[in-house]
């Protein structure tokens, strides 16, 4: 048997308000988009250099009342597993990676 290991973890800020719905079934599903910095140093320029990538986001039920609840701006850890979405849109076929989260901490306030 094989090891297999589907797990995502970061620490970024919502740049999006929550995008929030209910299943049929009374289940809560909240989406955000969170920007992860990255940073390195150049070697060409020996300059230090920073960039972002940005991610959305996708929980259900209690995480998804707590990912809602966190105001946008706010740093977080986000731990959960990388899912990719497929679906054809006029005959092409097209896909989306999203992050399904299982926990999230908020771990610093927004400045003001």
């Given at each position: 048997m094989s090891a297999k290991l589907n797990k995502f973890q970061c620490i970024g800020g919502f740049v999006s308000d929550p995008r929030v719905k209910e299943t049929r079934t009374g289940t809560l599903i909240?989406?955000?988009?969170?920007?992860?910095?990255?940073?390195?140093?150049n070697p060409d320029t020996g300059n230090y250099?920073?960039?972002?990538?940005?991610f959305e986001l996708c929980a259900w039920g209690r995480v998804a009342e707590e990912m809602e609840a966190v105001p946008r701006g706010a740093s977080v850890?986000?731990?959960?597993?990388?899912?990719?979405e497929r679906w054809t849109d006029n005959g092409e076929i097209r896909h989306?990676?999203?992050?399904?989260v299982d926990s999230l901490q908020q771990v610093c306030e927004v400045e003001t």
């Open positions: 909240c989406r955000r988009v969170i920007s992860v910095p990255r940073g390195w140093h250099e920073e960039s972002s990538d940005e850890l986000v731990e959960g597993k990388l899912k990719m989306s990676l999203r992050l399904a």
